[in-house]
């Protein structure tokens, strides 16, 4: 029952995004400018909650403060390598150096993220199925508007728009691939399970912190900010109501 758990929303996270994303990009192009902030904003709250309210406590229910603080802390310097080397990109600009670069780099690392992300849900689903629910949220909020941008970024190197959907939904089915194989790993070595998700939350983390809130400071004035605000303390609350059933 857990691993249909675990595949189905492994699937909501790496299907849901294409297809959010996929409908996003039919809205005219000032649409989109102005929910994709909006998402960022929501996004970025969902990550922060899932990190603080949900992976860290429950894994410091299981293994040693210092252990665990130490590895969400070795993992934000570990993201931060991965992303110089071009990985682990996740950026929202188009204009960006990075996607400057062939298309085939964006999918490959696209894959390799979403790789991680279902790694995050599996760990996340074997602690509880509130904690996997939030998780799993909190990917697809932040994998739409970044398969967005991968969409406009293959566009404009060439490829059609059959051809990036395809290839996004491809890359993006590397979150099942990566749910099944930690459902199996980390079923055989729980002891792995608080570290795992110290490291999941180390990547959230360094998602809203490094990528997406510098985003939403490209937006400047009251209004924009107390939106997003608003929306970030959403993304939070959203995460907060699973801790609270749970």
């Known amino acids: 029952m857990l ?44 990550l922060l909650g899932a990190a603080f309210l949900g992976m ?14 130490g590895t969400v802390l070795a993992g934000i310097v570990l993201f931060f390598m991965l992303e110089k080397l071009i990985i682990w990109r996740h950026c929202h600009d188009t204009e960006c150096e990075v996607h400057g670069a062939a298309g085939p780099l964006i999918l490959i690392g ?9 790694f995050v849900i599996a760990a996340a689903f ?17 994998e739409i508007p970044q398969e967005v941008g991968d969409f406009a970024i293959l566009l404009e190197n060439g490829y059609s728009r059959t051809r990036a959907l395809v290839l996004n939904t491809l890359s993006s089915l590397t979150t099942l691939l990566g749910a099944v194989i930690a459902y199996f790993f980390l079923g055989s070595v729980q002891e792995a399970v608080p570290f795992i998700l110290a490291l999941s939350a180390a990547s959230f983390i360094y998602i809203a912190i490094a990528d ?14 107390f939106r997003q605000l608003i929306l970030l303390v959403a993304g939070i609350g959203t995460i907060a109501l699973f801790q609270l059933a749970h």
Not at 110 to 118: L, P, T, W
């Open 56 to 69: 860290i406590p429950h894994a410091l229910q299981q293994a040693a403060p210092l252990a665990i603080s």
């Open 212 to 225: 997406l809130v510098p985003s939403l400071h490209r937006q400047i004035g009251l209004m924009p900010a």
């Open 110 to 118: 696209d894959a390799f993220h979403n790789f991680v992300d279902g």
């Open 126 to 142: 074997l602690t509880s199925v509130p904690l996997g629910i939030a998780a799993s949220l909190a990917v697809i909020a932040h």
């Open 3 to 46: 691993l249909t758990w675990i595949i189905v929303f492994s699937v909501l996270g790496s299907i849901g995004a294409i297809t959010g994303a996929a409908v996003m990009l039919l809205f005219p192009e000032g649409t989109r400018r102005t929910l994709l902030p909006c998402l960022l904003s929501y996004a970025t709250g969902t």
